[in-house]
């Protein structure tokens, strides 16, 4: 029932923009799921970048506040990360998620979440 397929990611240089989307299907959307991009850079925990509540209320990790921007598209069933000014440091495996209450924005409940996409690759050159 949950389906999370992600795509944007590619390489680009300091400073660049890049723009992932998340499709999702109908049901994730209409039924009160949060929703978010996490990221996984090597020798590193996976860690929420952004997440969306089941009331629209958005949370950012310090690290990408001011930088990215989550959003959602009804009308696509995607949820989408624009990011902007990336740095070198943003390279990682980012992935989508999926789940209730368990999804916050401490990275020790990441491992709690319970649906995931396959990722998409991010590499951001100096």
């Known amino acids: 029932q949950v389906q999370l397929l992600e795509s944007g990611g590619g390489s680009v240089q300091s400073g660049g923009s890049l723009r992932l989307s998340c499709a999702t299907s109908?049901?994730?959307?209409?039924?009160?799921?949060?929703l978010g991009w996490f990221r996984q850079r090597s020798g590193n925990w996976r860690e929420p970048v952004a997440i969306?509540?089941?009331?629209?209320?958005?949370r950012y990790a310090d690290f990408v506040k001011g930088r990215f921007t989550l959003s959602k598209d009804i009308a696509k069933n995607t949820l989408d990360l624009q990011m902007s000014s990336l740095k070198p440091e943003d390279t990682a495996m980012y992935y989508c998620?999926?789940?209730?209450?368990?999804?916050?924005?401490?990275?020790?409940?990441?491992?709690?979440?319970?649906?995931w996409g396959q990722g998409t690759q991010v590499t951001v050159s100096s």
């Open positions: 998620a999926a789940d209730w209450e368990r999804m916050t924005m401490n990275p020790v409940r990441t491992p709690e979440i319970g649906y």
């Open positions: 109908e049901y994730t959307f209409t039924n009160d799921y949060y």
């Open positions: 969306i509540d089941h009331k629209g209320i958005i």
